[in-house]
């Protein structure tokens, strides 16, 4: 088996990639994050980082959440609200930018699905946007690449356990799950390592 590429982030089109996956059924660790924070919203406020096609943030509606998408792709705003019922659009906003550059609202939940890492150099101060926006009594779920990944590099962010020890020091860590294990990737036959830990943490 040939290694698998390194991904070049220049040479991405997210605008395709959001296209793709727009309609792909949702991943387990969304499942396991509405496991721990309760799946109907009930009015609570979700920040979704990283929406793409909106997968998502579409449950997040359907189940009574107001939801505040983050991308840095205008095409995701198009793919979003073309897929979200008229009736629950009064419950979604919308913001075009960089995580860390968007003045997040203060938030039930702060949600990112595969995106953090990708902020590279940005990646410090994303996080500091993301769990700033967690209100008392709110959680923060997100996936964080580890260090055994094969798409780390200079821009492509990757921890340990020791650095989230510590980042989420302030909070109550409810799980965190870890893969470490060889997979596919991009929607077709070709695999990678993955580790990535999904970390679910209680202000």
């Known amino acids: 088996m040939s290694d698998p590429p390194k991904l070049n982030l220049s040479e991405v089109d997210w605008s395709d990639f959001i296209q793709r996956t727009a309609e792909q059924p949702n991943l387990p660790h969304f499942e396991r994050t509405l496991d721990i924070v309760g799946a109907e919203g009930h009015g609570r406020l979700v920040v979704d980082l990283g929406f793409g096609g909106g997968r998502d943030a579409r449950v997040f509606l359907a ?76 959680h923060f779920a997100g996936i964080l690449f580890g260090m055994n990944d094969d798409w780390i590099a200079d821009d492509i962010a990757g921890v340990t356990r020791n650095w989230i020890a510590s980042r989420f020091a302030d909070m109550t860590i409810v799980t965190i799950d870890e893969t470490d294990e060889d997979g596919p990737y991009g929607g077709g036959d070709d695999t990678k390592h993955w580790h990535y830990y999904l970390v679910i943490a209680l202000r």
């Not at 609202?105 to 101060?125: K, M, N, T």
């Open 63 to 138: 189940n009574g959440w107001r939801v505040f998408g983050v991308d840095v792709t205008p095409a995701a705003e198009k793919a979003m609200v073309d897929r979200v019922p008229d009736d629950q659009r009064d419950r979604l906003e919308i913001a075009i930018g960089r995580f860390h550059e968007v003045d997040l609202p203060e938030a039930d939940l702060v949600y990112a699905s595969f995106s953090l890492p990708f902020a590279g150099q940005d990646f410090e101060a994303t996080m500091d946007a993301a769990l700033s926006a967690v209100k008392p009594g709110g």
